[in-house]
């Protein structure tokens, strides 16, 4: 996954700095311009970026009740049914807060993603401009070719700058399941590996007994299991 997310980023980078390079080598001038729009450029991604990474983690952890609660209704529609009309808008109402807690944050990275594509539209203009301008100074100073070379190059510096933010903030953001593995593998144990109980005198096989079991969800609802007794011997199903 690492490296098929690092190469494409790699790539607009070198593309991006190629084609300053480019222009500035060409037109010396500019760099006394472009590079400061491509530093802004760069702490605005990087202002970005942080927020995002933290907004599409919270889509994840949301979106998983409500895939699994989606799920669990259409398996088991008709056990929601048998229980009446009362756990059915318990259903409706879980169903609610899960659908508003992703809306929630489906929201705020659509606002996220159009607050830095405005401010990117607007530097990208300004590195486009840069460009255009030095080549209409330098125009009579250097042949047709190089200009039309620097200008098509000129154009697609936004994009290549715009892209690598949005590769950068995919890779952070699939970067979430390797940090939560570590996580995991570094949380304290929270039982010992090994028993101090003597195990000598434990049965070899085991059984369940059920004695005039009785069952219900809550307190105030009917009983699901009544007066039921069963024997499961070891190995049996």
Known sequence: ????????????????????????????????????????????????????????????????????????GVDGAIVIRAFGLDYQRRFYRLHDVAVENYSA?????????????????????????????????????????????????????????????????????ALIAPERLHEYATLPSEGRRDTPFNLASWPTHGRITYTNVSFRYKPDDPLVLENVSFDVSGGEK
């Not at 300004?126 to 209409?136: N, P």
């Open 105 to 173: 944050a489906s929201f705020a990275s659509a606002s996220l993603n159009q607050w830095f594509a405005l401010r990117v539209a607007a530097i990208s203009n300004s590195i486009v401009l840069v460009i255009l301008l030095g080549c209409v100074v330098m125009s009579s100073s250097i042949s047709a070719g190089i200009l039309g070379l620097i200008v098509s190059y000129g154009l697609t510096i936004p994009a290549n700058l715009a892209k690598l933010v949005n590769l950068w903030a995919n890779l952070e953001t």
């Open 1 to 72: 996954m690492l490296p098929m997310s690092m190469a494409p980023i790699l790539s607009q980078t070198a593309a991006a700095v190629g084609k300053v390079a480019l222009s500035v080598g060409t037109i010396q001038w500019m760099a006394l311009v472009l590079p400061p729009l491509v530093f802004v450029y760069v702490k605005l991604g990087s202002y970005f970026i942080a927020p995002l990474r933290e907004v599409n983690r919270i889509k994840k952890v949301t979106l998983s009740p409500l895939l699994t609660l989606v799920s669990e």
